[in-house]
């Protein structure tokens, strides 16, 4: 039951970031592909910049305690060189005060259970990019806060 309490909080910040800021994925990744590992708390296998276009994902989450997901936020015109730490606050806006303004775009790619590999897609545009997980540990603190935010730059 608790998981389940888990990934519905962590939804619900993948449900926050994409309220109007949803892009269509794609059906196919035309032979680009990433392989992304998620461990708690951080992910590896996301270079950070990347060309522009469709990429295949496979999502392997290493541990056995936590779900993770995987989200890719773009970041709007005068947000681009956010800290961390103001990437942080950005996401948190979105969740708690519904403020989308650091942001031009979202997409889910996937989410994997504790010990599983999850397979998804992503279309980057040139431009810079947040990815995150923002489901909750135990004690309700996203993951995102905890480590599992990175930067990405495409071009």
Do not use: W
Request: aromatic share 10%.
């Amino acid at each position: 039951m608790a998981k389940t309490k888990h990934v519905r909080l962590g939804l619900s910040v993948a449900v926050a970031l994409l309220m109007g800021l949803l892009v269509a994925l794609p059906v196919s990744a035309a032979g680009r592909s990433l392989e992304v590992q998620a461990f708690n708390f951080g992910f590896e296998g996301i270079p950070t910049r990347l060309a522009a276009g469709t990429y295949a994902v496979s999502f392997a989450n290493d541990n056995d305690i936590y779900s993770h997901e995987l989200l890719a936020a773009k970041l709007a015109p005068g947000h681009e060189n956010v800290t961390r730490d103001e990437a942080i606050t950005c996401v948190d806006n979105v969740v708690f005060k519904n403020n989308f303004d650091c942001f031009a775009g979202a997409q889910f790619v996937t989410i994997a259970s504790p010990d599983t590999v999850a397979q998804g897609s992503l279309t980057l545009e040139p431009g810079k990019y947040l990815y995150l997980c923002g489901i909750p540990d135990r004690n309700g603190h996203p993951h995102y806060q905890l480590g599992m935010l990175r930067f990405l730059s495409v071009s």
